[in-house]
């Protein structure tokens, strides 16, 4: 089983950048892609970005493509998420999670595949 651990958030201005970091444990980590998902108040979980195995696959949400960046380190165990020119509304409780569609997958697009989640980090950014 993995278990993951988000850092990285904060309040920043319109426009600012934040660097979020998903930390797991696990010896599979190498072998599972991992997603960024986030939550607003009232709203759903939503999917950001994900990340397959090796890196060499990404999905990004429309809302977020040309401004964040997800990326990973397998020596490291971490996940990252460059977030540039902010906006107010990418304000939510960022999580990651592990994508259970098995070893070595690259179908990293679906929300419903992920479980394993982190308690979430707070983005918040100012207008």
């Known amino acids: 089983q993995v278990q993951l651990v988000e850092s990285g958030g904060g309040l920043v201005q319109a426009g600012g950048s934040l660097r979020l970091s998903c930390a797991a444990s696990?010896?599979?980590?190498?072998?599972?892609?991992l997603g960024w998902f986030r939550q607003a108040p009232g709203n759903e979980r939503d999917l950001v970005t994900a990340i397959n195995w090796s890196g060499g696959s990404t999905y990004y949400a429309d809302s977020v493509k040309g401004r964040f960046t997800i990326s990973r380190d397998n020596a490291k165990n971490t996940v990252y998420l460059q977030m540039n020119s902010l906006k107010p509304e990418d304000t939510a409780v960022y999580y990651c999670a592990v994508n259970i569609r098995g070893y070595y997958s690259s179908k990293i697009d679906n929300r419903r595949d992920y479980e394993y989640w982190g308690q979430g980090t707070q983005v918040t950014v100012s207008s």
């Open positions: 696990g010896r599979m980590f190498s072998t599972l892609g």
